[in-house]
């Protein structure tokens, strides 16, 4: 089977497995629901920009709320141009992907066969990219740009042209907007640049360049009373919370990681079988350049970044491994290097996290799409029936701002800097926060809030609030919280609220449980 054929049978299993959740999720939802409700706080800031020049979860002030400043940017582009569709997202995430594929068939097919087909399946699998562009979030944008910029390393390691390193500082750019965890891999780009290569200039420049992004955004986000970080860097960030603490949120970084860890351990060993043979420490260094840069990278991202979450925050991770592996998988395949029993070790741990990252999500994906449907979209179907322009205090604030025009206070912190600033030193703990709660009490009543729609463990609402019911999720995998709690802000309201909720209880799928409190 030529390589021709084999890229066509991946490009077509992906479409398969797209249209195949696609299916699954119109049949309990009558339309494609987001897996994750953070595709639609991406939606609902691109709408914002594109419609109202507003930098924000609402129209009606900034918010620092986006994890991904270019990808949010690149969707307000697209709504601007093509208006607002909920889809956009998915289409540009599934070119994206195409394009990646496309970039590993160029890079792959320098190799056997064998390698060729293995590493080009685990990159669509492993990763797995069908459920990274489902997601509608900035995932596949991010790995691409994190490969282009690897591959671009590695040319001008090969050929120091001026033209090679114009483009990695380029894609170094570009990747860093889409995602800041970028920056663990470009700094370990200058550092090889300025240690071994001894170019100063180079590295000085390359990491300068990198960190545009974040310098532009931050200016912008502190000229705008925000922090100089999105506000979900500093809310879930893996700092300041003391040493057991950091320490606890690393174990839990490597339980859940453990696909990549079985991937640093086939890169430890590449890293070691191709340097044994040198005696002068700084050529195994040059002999693993890219290796190297990646190995330190990925424990930059497990020390202080995120894993998890639909296992999202570590796709990148994969391929970029992956593409660091290539060369040595195929000198173990045509048996240039070791032995049979590492050629099938190598599959065997590759199949093994087949098993973890893709198997358990043709199950866990249509059942975080049936969670955000059963919650965050019914809650913003309520407000989008009862309360579209209102003034609503809420701790999920995705799919009920972009279907909505309401004005937002955000127990949470992603879209209201003032409960940000008051939850910083929580370090993403739900904490008795005595002050957040003032904060709540004073500003509801005195901005004229109506209604709060939120999960009660996250934060205590005002004793002057009266809860009037709840609606409640089955099999919750991927939501906050189980259970969403009513609240009327406005005593005279409380009876108004009931009966909304009453007629709203009738129009709600089935195993979605709206309960009435008297």
Known sequence: MKKQTILLLVILSLGLLVCYNIFVVTGFAGRYIYPLDDAYIHLSMAKNFADFSVWGITQYEFSSTTSSPLFTFLLAILIKVFGNWEYIPMVVNSIAGLFLIWISHKYLKQFSKLTYTVFLASIVLLMPLHLMIMTGMEHVFHTLTMVLALLAFKKYLENEAPRNFSNLALLAILATG????????????????????????????????????????????????????????????????????????????????????????????????????????????????????VFCGFAVHLLFANFGWLIRYEAYLVVVILFAIAPFADEVFQKKIGNQVLKFAMIILLLIIFSIRFVPMLKNQPTASKNIFDQQIQLADFL?????????????????????????????????????????????????????????????????????????????????FSKVGTLTIQNNYMSGGTTVSFYSIKKENTDKLRNQLVEFSKKTPKDVIINIIK
């Open 384 to 464: 989008h029936q009862y309360y579209k322009n209102s003034r609503i205090v809420a701790n999920d604030i995705g799919a009920i701002t972009y279907f909505n025009n309401i004005h937002l206070l955000d127990t949470y912190g992603l879209g209201s800097i003032e409960v940000a600033k008051l939850r910083k030193e929580d370090h993403g703990k739900f904490t008795d926060n005595k002050k957040l709660q003032a904060y709540i009490y004073n500003t509801a009543k005195l901005q004229d809030f109506e209604v709060a729609l939120v999960f009660d463990a996250w934060v205590k609402m005002p004793d002057y």
């Open 178 to 293: 889409f995602r800041y965890e970028s920056l663990f891999f470009i700094f370990f780009m200058c550092v090889y640049l300025f240690f071994v290569k001894k170019e100063y200039f180079q590295s000085i420049a390359l990491g300068l360049f990198a960190i545009t992004p974040v310098l532009i955004y931050g200016w912008i986000s502190v000229d705008h009373g925000s922090f100089f970080l999105p506000n979900s860097l500093i809310l879930k960030g893996n700092t300041n919370d003391g040493v057991v603490g950091f320490l606890t949120r690393v174990a839990g970084n490597g339980y859940r990681g453990i696909s990549v860890l079985i991937l640093i351990l086939i890169l430890l060993v590449q890293i070691f079988i191709k340097s044994k043979n040198q005696n002068v420490f700084i050529d195994k260094i040059k002999n693993n350049a890219i290796p190297i840069v």
